[in-house]
């Protein structure tokens, strides 16, 4: 490779130089078959940040969200939350290190209410345990008072507290991404993973979900989002990661990602 060549590849590659990573891709693979779906994919997500992965149809976008969270198992790579090195394993010790995802439809829990979908959210509940509770019923009752205190909190805080004693099979898909992401919360996540959170939400809630988004981003919790809908990401996301064929293509600024050539190139000669 040329001096020019490099520089090139220097411009356009993802910024390797953060301080303050909370999830660290590296180097990451998977094929099917003879489809190569992840590609050397490499970038870093900084603490604090709402990061946009963003690519055409086909760019891996979600195969690399199932490959961060658990649901693939890598071919190549690793991946690191919080400097823990996570591949390989299952989604509940991903999520036990503070990676939460959400997912591009929301599975509506048949027999329960929002407010019971809300309680599958927290984490190493001690009810979950048969002996804590033959052992400890004073522990788990207390547990279970908490979580239902901070399902109705969080409920609040997003506004969809009126949707309580509603059956969640019965509210719509953009109150289901509200729920979904509400519920993402009451696991107390350090980097939560945002897979399309707007598709097919209706523009009322998907003004509501960004404002959401926003402020979670504002009390601490850092994003990475996978959406198509490229206004909302645009608005939303700083910086932007950009994937083509598998692997990262740039990153950059939302301003700088928008008008990039290489960018426009990937995105008219691909399926979008």
Do not use: W
């Not at 309580?164 to 107390?188: F, H, N, Y």
């Amino acid at each position: 490779m040329s001096d020019v060549e490099e520089a090139v590849d220097q411009e356009f590659a993802a910024d390797r130089s953060k301080e303050n990573v909370v999830l660290r891709v590296e180097d990451l693979q998977k094929t099917f078959g003879g489809l190569v779906a992840t590609d050397h994919a490499t970038f870093d997500v900084e603490r604090g940040t709402i990061t946009g992965l963003i690519g055409p149809n086909g760019a891996g976008k979600s195969t690399i969200f199932n490959l961060i969270s658990g649901f693939y198992q890598p071919d190549g790579g690793r991946v690191e939350v919080n400097g823990v090195d996570v591949t390989g394993m299952e989604p509940y010790e991903v999520a036990d290190h503070g990676l939460i995802r959400t997912f591009q439809t929301p599975r509506k829990l048949e027999g329960m209410t929002v407010r019971e979908a809300m309680l599958v959210g927290p984490r190493n509940q001690p009810g979950e345990s048969f002996v804590n509770l033959l052992t400890s019923p004073g522990s788990v009752g207390e547990a279970e008072k908490r979580n239902l205190a901070d399902a109705q909190r969080i409920l609040e805080e997003f506004e969809i507290d009126h949707l309580a004693t509603q059956p969640a099979t019965d509210i719509s898909g953009g109150q289901m991404k509200l729920v979904e992401l509400a519920r993402a919360m009451l696991a107390e996540p350090e980097i939560l993973l945002l897979d399309e959170p707007v598709a097919g939400v209706n523009p009322t809630l998907r003004n509501k979900l960004a404002d959401q988004i926003q402020r979670l981003n504002d009390e601490g919790t850092t994003c990475l989002l996978i959406e198509h809908d490229m206004d909302f990401v645009m608005k939303l996301a700083d910086p932007v990661v950009v994937l083509d064929q598998g692997s990262v293509l740039m990153e950059g600024p939302p301003q700088r990602v928008q008008t990039d050539s290489r960018v426009i190139e990937a995105y008219l000669g691909g399926d979008a």
